[in-house]
């Protein structure tokens, strides 16, 4: 990405065509789309790229089984053709993932689950275009035996299994998928900076003409201008522009649905493929592989309280570890919790009071009085076609032809690990690492770590993340902070946060350093860095308290 002083100068300097607030997945996604017909794009984030929902998501790319039985048929539909879509333009960050639905007790799997199933693998199926080669489509779900079942999750097998469903989904790292389509469209020409709070809409004659922001680092403010803005903030989309939204009794409401998620040690809950696992209330949850860890959620309620940082509740806690030791018949508590998160969702809501299971996860867009388009609601796996309704619609107005170009543009580049450079002190479980997150950037990661020795060293011991990636991060991706690092950049303060405690100077110092050395902080923003660590630690509640899930 470009520097943001850079970007800082363009948008108060440039006048755009499209000014996008939101840098999550929904965002980024307008501004790749728009760009890449054409349009002069500025894209504003209040606080860091994908800092919201979008980093904090269950990381399936799926078309959604739950959906499937609430015969939401044109959304599963939608949703499994983009996922083969995503396999296809970044296969480094979007994988296929084996899930099972086991049996037990000598009992074949439930019948209506294989129809189900049929149904999933049928909506799934997609005729290539123009005779290319169909996309990535998985094998269809097939029954296998419990010992199978028990080689993919064998945290499961004290209870043998006696067969089970196998299929497949796909998984990301959200995150990492939110900055790759960002700079993709910045390849575009879109210029993108993060910080930038907008405030209010511009108008002139009653119409938007672009967004008054403030530079929070500097709490300078000025004008981006633009002849359309896009509202692409998520669960922040009924904020702006607040007056206009207030009138308009048609406009969709945001139902916040909040979304825990656990995360244990592969020692204490080893998986190889996905486990769907049935819940209180006739839920179910995940329970995935992810990054070296397990991953376990997620739980669906409404949410009233603050939306900037959205702590795991106690209860929320409490219901997935007690759903995942009566599935396995395990005795996992609070203490066997590696790390713990949160999101909300963007639910759109009618005015009703059904609970948020039941509120519609369909985008909607809709336009104010004065112009401004936003979207809101959807999922993290559609992103590409919330993107496609916004953009095709600053077309008609503007009476273009200009067709959606984003199914055929790569996010990002594959690489092979074989073919990166070995840099002495990067271990090989390093190498594969930065080909997975980074694909072809790699190399540029990898040359830090050559030019400075000291950056070969892992941010956390035993795991593979590098301090040549605190560096890249803040050199090349607009990392401001030790949370944009730490819980974005790199996931190591959802996967292993307790390492990461403030008050772990030997874990944090070589981070603040690296970040330092990048963006030229004194002493002053040294400490500041480490204070602001320290708040947002405890007010995302990283680590659960165990006084309070045990109370």
């Known amino acids: 990405m470009i520097d943001r002083d850079r970007a800082l100068v363009d948008l108060a300097e440039e006048e755009f065509d499209v000014v996008v607030v939101g840098g999550g997945v929904t965002g980024a996604g307008v501004a790749l789309d728009a760009a890449s017909r054409g349009f002069s794009v500025a894209l504003v984030e209040r606080e860091d790229y994908a800092a919201g929902t979008s980093s904090r998501s269950s990381k399936l790319v799926h078309g959604g089984l739950r959906y499937l039985q609430q015969f939401d048929l044109g959304l599963v539909r939608e949703a499994l053709l983009e996922r083969s879509l ?43 275009r123009r005779g290319e080669a169909e996309e990535w489509s998985p094998q269809r779900h097939r029954l296998i035996a419990g010992d199978e079942v028990s080689e993919l999750l064998p945290a499961l097998s004290r209870r043998h299994p006696t067969g089970g469903y196998l299929f497949y989904d796909c998984q990301t790292d959200d995150a990492r998928l939110v900055l790759t389509i960002l700079a993709e469209a910045e390849r575009y020409g879109a210029v993108c900076a993060n910080r930038l709070e907008a405030v209010a809409v511009a108008r002139e004659g009653g119409r938007a003409v672009g967004a008054e922001v403030r530079d929070r680092e500097r709490d300078a403010r000025f004008r981006v201008r633009a ?25 969709p409401r945001i139902r916040p649905s909040r979304g825990s998620h656990l995360l244990i040690a592969q020692e204490r809950l080893p998986v190889r493929a996905g486990a769907i696992v049935p819940a ?76 948020s299971v039941d509120i519609s996860r369909r985008a909607e867009l809709f336009e104010t009085p004065s112009g401004v388009v936003t979207i809101t609601g959807g999922k993290l796996t559609t992103w590409r076609r919330m993107a496609q309704q916004v953009v095709d619609r600053l077309v008609e107005r503007e009476g273009r032809r200009a067709p ?89 303060g959802l996967l292993a946060p307790r390492a990461l405690e403030p008050g772990r100077a030997e ?45």
Request: glycine share 8%.
């Open 86 to 128: 995503m396999v296809k333009l970044a296969p480094h960050l979007v994988r296929p993932l084996p899930l099972v639905v086991a049996a037990f007790d000598g009992k074949r799997p439930d019948r209506l689950v294989g129809l189900g199933l049929n149904m999933y693998d049928a909506m799934a199926w997609r005729r290539g």
């Open 227 to 251: 002849r359309h803005v896009v509202n692409a903030t998520g669960v922040w989309a009924d904020r702006l522009p607040a007056d206009e939204l207030r009138e308009l009794s048609e406009a």
């Open 280 to 355: 209180k209330d006739g839920r179910s949850i995940f329970v995935l592989p992810w990054l070296g860890r397990t991953l376990v959620g997620t739980t669906d309620h409404d949410y009233q309280g603050p939306l900037e940082h959205v702590p795991p509740a106690s209860e929320d806690v409490a219901y997935l570890l007690e759903a995942v030791n009566e599935f396995f018949e395990t005795d996992l508590t609070v203490a066997d919790v590696e790390g713990a998160y949160a999101g909300v969702r963007p639910l759109v809501g009618t005015g009703d009071e059904r609970k």
């Open 404 to 492: 959606c170009r984003t199914e055929e543009i790569p996010l990002g580049l594959p690489v092979d690990p074989e073919r990166l450079p070995r840099v002495p002190g990067v271990d090989e479980a390093s190498i594969r690492h930065l080909a997975a997150r980074y694909g072809h950037t790699a190399h540029e990661v990898l040359g830090l770590a050559a030019e400075r020795p000291e950056l070969t060293a892992p941010v956390v011991p035993g795991m593979p993340d590098l301090l040549a990636e605190v560096a890249f991060a803040a050199r090349h991706e607009q990392a401001r902070s030790l949370a944009d690092v730490l819980l974005r950049r790199t996931r190591l």
């Open 507 to 551: 874990r944090l110092e070589p981070i603040v350093e690296a970040m330092a050395r990048e963006l030229g902080w004194r002493a002053t923003e040294r400490e500041a860095a480490r204070a602001e660590w320290a708040a947002n630690y405890r007010a995302e509640g990283l680590v659960p308290s165990e006084e309070r899930v045990g109370g």
